[in-house]
């Protein structure tokens, strides 16, 4: 029988620039950075290094200089491991798939104690580098690139339809924006933190119309550490911790934006891997009390909380707008800023929302802290929500 598993504890540096250009006299470097961060975790999860027996990681940047990363850390952190060590790479969901990889050696009996964990530099990469490295080449390039669409095109398009579909507007979608940034304020790992109305997220510069600066994600760099046990372990250590309760995963066979007819802002992926979740965990998405979603753009937020059941369809952005999801309403999403001011070092960026899960079910999100939190979700993507991977997440103290 499959084993229970348990975050006890995370670490992270707050988003940020972190990465030096390549000619810096000083370089902050990627594995020493991580190595605090996994310091940090282990100290706060309490338990033994040498129970530590997989390491998955997150893959780094490809600017990222150190090459078979995971095996170099290995050896840096001196932790022979006899579970896995191995890196995975799935765009968005680099790092759900790394936590995934990480708590399945557990629920197979291979580890007692594993690390998912990894580091995102690429602030300090030339812009047109990053352009033609990573977000021109996400799409098909022989269908896709060639008319220029990037994620942003694509999240954009989404956003114009969605108005066009249910009445919506600019404002009700940039609501979420302000929302985001206001429980950034209170986080400090967040990247931007300073307050923002509604009319200045409206004045910002467009990038891809409907979308201006602030409804999009700032490029940012960042490193996390998720420490995952057998429940026994955790149930030991005498603390609260948070048991992973269900997951839920669907690629829909489709590659961005696709050359198939189809309702592209229904996020099928996203309902069907939520569903799976929800029935893994034997709840409904009315019995969340808070989601950390992976949207890089407000209007996917407003997508992914409709498709995973957390909204009605097409009263996202309006309900919103009317404080439903913001910290003291009904369903509070994005207790942690959101990508879009809590930051978004793509391959990680799932980490930092097992790590605001962790704090918020463990009772230590401080002036975020969601009232008898009990139950809340991840969500990861890969492009459009092509594909999702969900976690259910509960509160044990």
Same mark, same amino acid.
């Given at each position: 029988m499959d084993r229970s598993v348990a975050i006890v504890g995370a670490s992270a540096i707050p988003v940020g620039k972190w990465q030096k250009p390549r000619d810096a006299e000083i370089q902050v470097l990627e594995h020493e950075v991580l190595a605090k961060v996994v310091l940090a975790a282990v100290a706060e999860a309490g338990v033994d290094k040498r129970e530590i027996s997989t390491l998955a990681f997150a893959q780094?940047?490809?600017? !990222?200089q150190q090459k078979y990363f995971a095996t170099f850390?290995?050896?840096? %952190?001196?932790?022979?491991? +006899?579970? +896995?060590?191995? #890196?995975?790479? /799935?765009? /968005?969901? !680099?790092?759900? %798939? =790394?936590f995934e990889a990480a =708590?399945?050696? &557990?629920?197979? /009996?291979?580890s007692k104690v594993a690390l998912a964990l990894g580091v995102n530099f690429e602030t300090a990469t030339p812009a047109v580098e990053h352009m033609m490295n990573s977000m021109r080449a996400t799409g098909d390039v022989d269908f896709h690139a060639p008319f220029g669409f990037t994620p942003i095109s694509w999240y954009a398009m989404d956003a114009a339809r969605y108005i066009h579909e249910f009445g919506s507007s600019?404002?009700?979608? =940039?609501s979420v924006a302000v929302k985001n940034r206001r429980h950034a304020s209170l986080n400090p790992l967040a990247q931007l933190r300073k307050p923002v109305t509604l009319d200045e997220i409206l004045a910002q510069k467009p990038i891809v119309e409907p979308l201006g600066l602030y409804e999009v994600p700032p490029r940012g760099d960042g490193a996390a550490c998720i420490v995952l046990v057998d #429940?026994? &372990?955790a149930k030991a250590l005498g603390k609260p911790y948070v048991r992973v309760r269900g997951r839920g995963f669907f690629h829909e066979g489709a590659h961005q934006i696709n050359e198939v007819p189809n309702d592209m802002i229904e996020l099928v992926a996203a309902r069907r891997a939520g569903e799976a979740a929800y029935a893994d965990a034997g709840i409904t998405a009315s019995d969340v009390d808070l989601? #950390?979603?992976?949207a890089p753009c407000t209007i996917i937020e407003v997508l992914a909380s409709e498709s995973l059941g957390l909204l009605p369809r097409g009263q996202g952005a309006l309900l919103c707008a009317e404080g439903v999801t913001s910290l003291g309403g009904r369903i509070p999403i994005c207790t942690s800023g959101g990508l879009q001011s809590r930051g978004h070092p793509a391959h990680v960026t799932p980490f930092y929302s097992f790590l605001e899960v962790h704090e918020q079910l463990t009772g230590r999100a401080g002036e975020r802290q969601v009232t008898d939190a009990r139950l809340a979700i991840t969500s990861a993507e890969l492009g459009n929500y092509n594909a999702a991977m969900v976690h259910v997440l509960e509160a044990v103290r």
């Open positions: 780094p940047r490809p600017y !990222t850390i290995a050896n840096y %952190l001196r932790l022979p491991c +006899s579970g +896995s060590v191995l #890196e995975l790479l /799935g765009n /968005g969901m !680099t790092a759900a %798939l =790394a =708590a399945n050696d &557990i629920r197979l /009996g291979r600019r404002r009700q979608l =940039a #429940e026994d &372990i989601a #950390e979603l992976y």
